[in-house]
């Protein structure tokens, strides 16, 4: 038995067990994504993050990360932002720019830093992808969703409800439409333009927010005249803001926030 420091981050309530894979090599982190996620018996949390070495040169670090039911995800915004901010503020780096290599390709962190804290962390998410999926039609005044891929796959829905997040986002997860299974946005429009969003993360349920999800929600936004380039996505764990650029790549700013350091027993 041994033990494996952690630190526990969160990107807008969106909380994952981050772990220096360079330094302390996990064996079987899907296991250890369900054991360590489990808010009752273990340290509690949306999944587990893995930094490590990037094993190519085009990247200085890499990021696994896994669901809460120990499914790898290929991509999550708000865990790149808390790695940028664990790597700069425990000194593993002193840049501000930062190539993090994901199972969706390399992004590019741009850390906003005010002496040595990171205040923010504006992520390059690449460009998305449309495609035509099943349009589902809702019981409750549900419009027609849009099908978003930022590097995994989500399906953003506007509604005047958007809280049965866990009733129907439990369901369209799991549709046959989408045979990898799929990330559910539940999106409204406010009187002053922010979009209120919950989201359903494919492995995870409902998070307090989704980085990617907030970005395929903004591009849904724009692609049915509902918003412009430019949006405040307002979640259930607070605000990301999303610029979809003119060169169509899509561009998120949010928060990083450390919440503890600890260890954990590992076989």
């Known amino acids: 038995m041994k033990r494996i420091p952690f630190t526990k981050m969160h990107g807008c309530g969106n909380d994952y067990i981050y772990v220096d894979a360079m330094q302390h090599p996990i064996a079987?982190?899907?296991?250890?994504?369900?054991?360590?996620?489990?808010?009752?018996?273990?340290?509690?949390?949306?999944?587990?993050?893995?930094?490590d070495h990037s094993p190519?040169?085009?990247?200085?670090?890499?990021?696994?990360?896994?669901?809460a039911d120990g499914s790898e995800a290929m991509m999550c915004g708000n865990a790149s932002r808390?790695?940028?901010?664990?790597?700069?503020?425990?000194?593993?780096?002193?840049?501000?720019e930062i190539r993090l290599l994901t199972l969706s390709g390399i992004k590019i962190l741009q850390l906003h830093v005010t002496g040595s804290k990171v205040e923010s962390v504006t992520v390059d998410m690449g460009e998305p992808v449309l495609e035509d999926e099943t349009q589902f039609v809702g019981r409750r005044g549900m419009d027609k969703g849009v099908f978003v891929s930022m590097g995994n796959p989500h399906y953003v829905i506007f509604t005047d409800d958007i809280d049965?997040?866990?009733?129907?986002?439990?369901?369209l997860e799991n549709h046959p439409a989408f045979p990898q299974r799929c990330n559910i946005e539940f999106a409204q429009v406010m009187p002053d333009g922010r979009i209120r969003t919950r989201v359903w993360e494919r492995g995870s349920g409902i998070t307090q927010a989704c980085g990617t999800g907030a970005c395929a929600t903004a591009v849904a936004a724009c692609l049915t005249d509902r918003a412009g380039r430019t949006s405040s996505i307002v979640m259930d764990g607070g605000t990301l803001h999303i610029e979809w650029g003119s060169d169509n790549h899509v561009y998120m700013t949010g928060p990083a926030e450390f919440v503890f350091d600890g260890e954990i027993e590992h076989l």
């Not at 190519?56 to 669901?67: G, K, L, Q, T």
């Not at 808390?82 to 501000?96: S, W």
């Open 56 to 67: 190519v040169p085009e990247a200085d670090y890499s990021m696994r990360i896994f669901n």
């Open 82 to 96: 808390c790695i940028g901010k664990y790597l700069y503020e425990k000194a593993l780096t002193g840049k501000t």
């Open 164 to 171: 049965q997040v866990g009733e129907t986002g439990r369901i």
């Open 28 to 51: 079987d982190p899907q296991a250890c994504a369900i054991q360590w996620s489990d808010r009752h018996k273990g340290i509690g949390s949306d999944g587990l993050v893995l930094i």
